[in-house]
């Protein structure tokens, strides 16, 4: 029988699923890959639907009982590129911000950074990627994934959310990870999300390539974004960054408890 995992529909994530149709052995795995934006990945992993999925690293403070599937996220050391905030005004006379619905982790962290670094508390409603009309109805704009990456900011204010973390914590920002119930997560499906990275990261400049004419925007700009601002582990310094990240979600209020202990699980069961 096969199991169903979910991914984002984005860019960044196609070094870590593509091994899964573009393989033999990844064909062979009995894993099928589905794909969502995270706000709807995490919907369908809480009701059973997939077994796992890279979401939204919020996910895990947010819902109890996940377990984290070890040695793959999607990162950032600094700039992430593709997760921006965009606004008409200075960001201290900024009064009301539109917040991508696919996204739960840039959500927070924007939240978390307004506060935090810049010290304002506007007013937040949510609506779909569209640049234009978010500005609209808000100030502001969040977007995520190929959207955030390629918006037009000429003549805005903007945050780049990798960025500006980097600069308030000293630490790289983990945007999403491969969650999933503890139960239904075996050590199978650990050591093909790895075989599928490793592989995954020898085909960056096939990947660019052809992402480029999809998206249709320069290959450099698809390589760059691949090879110098994504991030695809998860270390120590990682594991304490979604720690930091947590806390701070807690004491900006965006979660109800203290953020649970980080629960990684073992390849070796
Ligand atoms: C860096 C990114 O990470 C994403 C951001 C997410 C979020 O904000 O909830 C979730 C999954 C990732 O795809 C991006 O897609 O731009």
């Known amino acids: 029988m096969s199991v169903v995992i979910g991914s984002v529909p984005y860019l960044n994530e196609k070094p870590l699923t593509r091994w899964f149709t573009h393989t033999e052995e990844g064909r062979a795995s009995g894993i099928e890959v589905?794909?969502?934006?995270?706000?709807?990945?995490?919907?369908?992993?809480?009701?059973?639907?997939?077994?796992?999925?890279?979401?939204?690293?919020?996910?895990?403070?947010?819902?109890?009982?996940?377990?984290?599937?070890?040695?793959?996220?999607?990162?950032?050391?600094?700039?992430?590129?593709?997760?921006?905030?965009?606004?008409?005004?200075?960001?201290?006379?900024?009064?009301?911000?539109?917040?991508?619905?696919?996204?739960?982790?840039?959500?927070?962290?924007?939240?978390?950074?307004?506060?935090?670094?810049?010290?304002?508390?506007?007013?937040?409603?949510?609506?779909?990627?569209?640049?234009?009309?978010?500005?609209?109805?808000?100030?502001?704009?969040?977007?995520?994934?190929?959207?955030?990456?390629?918006?037009?900011n000429e003549g805005l204010f903007t945050l780049d959310l990798g960025e500006a973390w980097r600069k308030l914590t000293g630490l790289p920002f983990v945007f999403a990870i491969w969650l999933g119930d503890p139960d239904r997560v075996t050590p199978d499906l650990i050591r093909a999300l790895k075989t599928a990275k490793a592989w995954g990261l020898t085909q960056l400049d096939l990947i660019a390539e052809e992402q480029a004419e999809v998206l249709n925007c320069p290959k450099s700009l698809c390589l760059r974004y691949l090879t110098e601002i994504m991030d695809y582990d998860l270390g120590e310094d990682h594991l304490a960054a979604l720690e930091e990240f947590g806390l701070r979600a807690r004491r900006v209020g965006l979660l109800d408890q203290a953020p649970a202990p980080l629960h990684v699980l073992s390849s070796r069961r």
């Open 34 to 152: 589905v794909y969502a934006v995270p706000s709807q990945l995490a919907v369908m992993l809480k009701s059973g639907e997939i077994a796992a999925a890279l979401v939204s690293s919020f996910e895990y403070f947010r819902t109890p009982g996940y377990g984290i599937l070890p040695g793959v996220s999607i990162s950032s050391q600094d700039e992430i590129l593709a997760v921006r905030a965009f606004s008409r005004l200075p960001w201290k006379l900024t009064t009301s911000v539109a917040l991508d619905t696919s996204s739960l982790t840039s959500v927070a962290l924007l939240k978390i950074l307004l506060a935090e670094q810049h010290h304002i508390y506007p007013s937040y409603l949510h609506h779909a990627p569209d640049l234009p009309a978010m500005l609209e109805v808000a100030d502001a704009a969040l977007l995520i994934g190929d959207k955030g990456m390629l918006a037009n």
